[in-house]
């Protein structure tokens, strides 16, 4: 048990004995079918977490599975606009129901509830934590093979509140090089291990950018240290993503799910396997 334990496990990642009586775990809606869960973790903002979110949805609807995106990055939501997604959710008697992307992915966002998708939302931490957890229970979830949880960045109110009431199957570490990769993803590696959850992989994104003359890689930010950090966590599955300008446009313009060479389509088939695997 934790020091200075109060027994409000909601307020606490400890992984003590007494937690292990008592599952936080939320049942879904009782019309949501979700078969897969993957939350898509970093340290900080602005590392392409986002964007890791929606290329491996991507790459997992273009594997064949129905696939879902739960944008749970409340104040700064990305996810429908990568995906051009600008219409409002709909409610139904049973729930709420996610938009579909042209591509066929279901989405739920803050930014398809709000009456503009610019308004800005100044909510204190719990009230935050609450709408991600009807982003869960409350939304009616069709058929769902594999979905995706962009979290918002570090280790506070919402994704602790995800990683004890959603049953994920693993998550997803991404970093940048400049990022104290290392710290970083201790943390996150420590974060799983306290909840039991698995790392799927690790993503160094913005890794290195290619000449456009020589097609030389150029380690922008100094030499990539992700496997070493990898190996010494005995994570197996690690995809290096450039910085790539056309990557930037496309989620600017809402076009991330056409865009012609998604890095993520080897890493989603290793993190495919091992979920296989496990069975
Ligand atoms: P986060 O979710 O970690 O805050 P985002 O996914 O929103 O980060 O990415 C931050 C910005 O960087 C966005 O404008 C995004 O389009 C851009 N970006 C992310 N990854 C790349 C990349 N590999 N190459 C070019 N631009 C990128």
Redesign the pocket.
Known sequence: MAENCNHDCSSCGEACSSRKSESLIKEPHKLSKIRKVIAVV?GK????????SALLACASQKAGYNTAIMDA?IT?P?IPKMLGIHERAMGSEAGILPVRSDGGMQVMSMNVLLNHEDDPVVWRGSLISGTVLQFWTDVVWTDVDYMFI?MP?GTGDVPLTIFQSVPLDGIVI?TTPQDLVGMIVKKAVNMAGMMNIPILGIVE??SYITCPDCGRKISVFGESQVDAIALEHGITNVVK?????S??EA??SGKIETFDHNYYEAFFNRIDEQLKNRK
């Open positions: 970093s903002g602005g590392v392409g977490k986002s964007m890791t990055d700064g990305s962009d960045p991404v994104n913005m993503v450039p910085i790539d300008r990557l930037t989620a600017d």
